[in-house]
């Protein structure tokens, strides 16, 4: 299992709005990501800054996301979810980051 985890900035005022977005999540997104190996999808907060981070259960991480961004529900999503996002830095739309540490406790 891999954890997946990036950066990303929503525009000034919209975090309720995407937050519904989210609540309504369309079948077809759950169930692309689904196929896709991904599970336990999680979005945090802060001010405008969104954490997001997943567990990524496949063997072929590169594969299973060009199926999942092959999916017609997927450029879909990402315009609806994208209109509510700026640049993170000024330039770049999502940072990943690397796992640092980690410890099942």
């Not at 525009?11 to 709005?17: L, N, R, S, T």
């Amino acid at each position: 299992m891999k954890r997946i985890a990036t950066i990303t900035k929503l525009k000034p005022g919209v975090a309720e709005e995407y937050r519904r977005v989210h609540d309504g999540i369309w079948p077809e997104v759950v169930e692309a990501a689904h196929e896709a190996n991904m599970r336990n999808f999680t979005i945090f907060r802060c001010g405008d800054y969104l954490f997001s981070c997943y567990e990524y259960l496949g063997d072929d991480f590169e594969a299973d996301m060009a199926r999942k961004a092959a999916k017609p529900v997927s450029p879909k999503w990402q315009e609806t979810t994208g209109a509510f996002m700026e640049p993170v830095d000024g330039e770049k739309m999502k940072i990943a980051l690397e796992e640092f540490w980690h410890h099942d406790f």
